[in-house]
């Protein structure tokens, strides 16, 4: 079944059902700057705390103190869907037994310099819901 660009509306949710959406999902995007180039990593998350903990395949040193993550869930053949996104201070984990419990927790993608760990501290939650315009 086919939606036709004109029948879609984009509708913005509030931070609580941004959460909700967030929260009810585990994949998601690490966009942060990098030497002028943004930079996008895919990510494995969880909603802990009033915090949201990624693991992502970028190297630690390489995360600025500031990002934004991205999480969306858009169905191709409808064009409906949603989309969040949250930015805000991030702090790599670096202690070990903390960093255990969430490799155990977090699927990977790879091992080594390049898995991280963080935990992003939101200021802002954005998120809208892709939906059928009602006639």
């Known amino acids: 079944m086919s939606t036709s660009p004109a029948s879609l509306r984009m509708v913005e949710v509030s931070g609580a059902e941004a959460l909700w959406l967030l929260e009810g999902s585990a994949l998601g995007r690490l966009v942060y700057i990098q030497r002028d180039l943004t930079v996008v990593r895919p990510g494995r998350h969880l909603w802990e705390y009033g915090r949201l903990v ?19 869930e858009v169905r ?8 969040v996104t949250v930015a805000g201070p991030v702090d790599v984990i ?12 977090l699927a ?7 898995d991280t760990l963080l935990r992003l501290h939101p200021k802002t939650v954005s998120g809208f819901r892709l939906a059928r315009a009602e006639t």
């Open 108 to 114: 990977g993608w790879s091992h080594g310099p390049h």
């Open 76 to 83: 191709a053949a409808t064009g409906t869907g949603w989309s």
């Open 54 to 72: 990624v693991r992502t395949p970028a190297p630690a040193a390489a995360v600025p103190a500031t990002a934004t993550y991205h999480v969306d």
């Open 94 to 105: 670096v202690d070990a037994d903390e960093a255990a419990h969430y490799q155990r927790t």
